[in-house]
Each structure stands twice: as structure tokens, then as C-alpha cells.
């Protein structure tokens, strides 16, 4: 029986209404994260942020927390919450840097931006008492396509990997973010901000020539998430991604296809009828209650050996307390436990954790 923290006594309960704009942006780091520097095998310093409880007499979980598509590893705003249920619940916590913001070859999922992040959990396991049975990954947005790349690039860390509105296929998010607009008067493809950094990471547009297209699919998890099957991994995104948000919700969708047996994939026909009528088809069933998500009622679940994937009412973010709630009961090694119905509350539930 998963057991609750002394903090539980002290949380809030569910809002009935999932709060509108994004409440976590003005959220800073608490004072007991410190920044570090820790070294890459190429010769740089990966900043990152950082927190280890005083005791190490006995190994404790390790949350590896991953900043968003335009931020840092100093970026707080809703990555605090993975701090703060750290410190709350006596974990160790990091949260790397991955070369930044992925707009330059070296991060965007690159063969380095992976490195860096197995570097800052070997350098925590040296630096206090890890239990390597529960090492935990989250993200969201930019967060959870790095965490679905982790997932299949490096499925053996792994207790649990928790991944929000993540891109699962870099060409096509591309594609999702070129727009036509009229230039002296003829309809022209037009980049936004997320498709030029694409182009500044890889060096050009994706479709542009078969190198350029090899480089996008090899940072796409896509590529690597058939290797994912032997780690616990829930996905989720909100119905509402892509319209009032930055990445469609078929990337997850999608993202659990590639994670699971052939004969368990969602028909790609109705994936796409579900991004286009936002109704649920008529050939799957509408998902159970799960409590740790709120007032972000799952509306769509599916579940296949290690995998799982949710559409929930919502948009562009995460729900915090689904996520850590159910990181929390993941062993490495062991079959994922689904069942979060006796769970930690927190203040915050879910919103937008950034861009």
C-alpha cells in the first residue's frame, strides 16, 4: 500500500473549475534549490538546478524534472512544483539544462542534449544516496518530448516516465507550425517562432533534403519509443492542444502507438477524426474517473502493457498531481501501477508549466 506523506494532512482540495491563463508562471524556485555545474563528457559545465535532502543514510527516489521548449534549467514557473513535492516528500531532485532552449544543433533531442541528461543523473548518484530503483522523469511540452526521447533512448534509467503535451515527431510539428500567408500577394509558407527554431537546430527545413529529414526524425522519439516497452510510461496531453496550445494532441496519441505492440495501436484514421471533431469516436469508450486528475477530467484512456495515454479536458500543461502522484508508486523493474485513487493532494493540481 503506497503510504501518504505528513504533508497530506496539510494540502488543499481539488478546485471545481481548472483556473484559466497560466497561474505557475510567477512561481520561483524555494530556497532550499540551489543551482550546480555539473561536468559534461565534453568537456563543458551543464548548469542545473538542485536538491538532495540532508540525510543520506538511506537512498531516496530521484525526480529529474525537464524545463520546456524555450526555457533553461533556471526556469521555474510550474517546474517548481516537481521541487517542491521533492522536498516535501524527502526526494532528491535535478533539473538539468540540456543545452537550453531548443533552437541550437546541440539541443532539441540531439545525441548530446540526451548525454547530458543520463551525465546529471550519474553526477546525482555520486553526489548523495540514489535508490536506482526509483529514478522518475517528467516534462511537459518541450519537457515531454525530451522525456519521451529519454523514454526510448535510455529505457534502463527508468522507474516511471511521465510526459505532458510532448512532441513526438519533430518534422511534423515542423509542418504543424508553418503557416500560408499572402506576400506581395502570393500565398507563401510562412515559419512561426517554434518551426524557425526547428530550422536553427538542424540547419534548414525538414522536408528540405533527406539529411535534413534523417537529423529531425533521429530527434524525435518517434524513432527510439518501440525500445520504451520495458519502462512505465504515461502520457497525456489536453483535447484542447493545438487550437488554444502549441503542440496537437495526436503527437501523443501517436507517441503511444510507437511505445506498444502492433495490435494495440490506435487506428491513425480516428486519431486524426478526433483532433478534427474534438469527439471521442464512436469505436472507443470514454475513460474512467481518475481523481488525481481534477477538474482535468480524462475524456479518452488507453492502456497497453507498460503504456498508457490520456486526453483530458484541458489544454497545453500538466496536471501536477496525476503526474507526481503516479511516479510515486513506480519501481523499476516491477509491472506500473495504475491505480492512484488513494493519492497526495496538492495546491496546485495541473496548468500550463510553459512554452
Known sequence: ?????PAHD????????????NPLAKKIWPKEVKRVDIPCSDGQMQPAMWYAPLDRKLP???LVGLHTWSSNY???GGDAVYAEWCIAQGWVFVHPDFRGPNKTPLALGSDRAVQDVVEAVEWAKQKTNI???RIYLIGVSGGGHMALQMAGRHPEIWA???AWCGISDVGQWHADHVKTAIV?????PTPDKYARDIEAAIGGRPTADGALRKDAWKRSPLSSLAAAKTVPLDIAAGVLDGRSGSVPFTHSLLAFNAAVDKNERLPEALITQYYKTQKLPGEW???EADPTYGAWTPLFRKTSGNTRVTIFQGGHEIVHQAALNWLARQQRGKPPVWDTRDFIKLDVQGGESGK
Open 184 to 188: 506581395d500577394g502570393k500565398e507563401t
Open 1 to 5: 500500500m503506497f503510504a501518504l506523506s
Open 285 to 287: 469508450a470514454a475513460s
Open 74 to 76: 533556471a526556469s521555474a
Open 60 to 62: 531516496k527516489p530521484l
Open 160 to 162: 516511471g516516465v511521465s
Open 131 to 133: 535508490d536506482e530503483n
Open 10 to 21: 496539510l494540502q488543499a482540495q481539488a478546485p471545481a473549475t481548472a483556473p484559466q491563463g
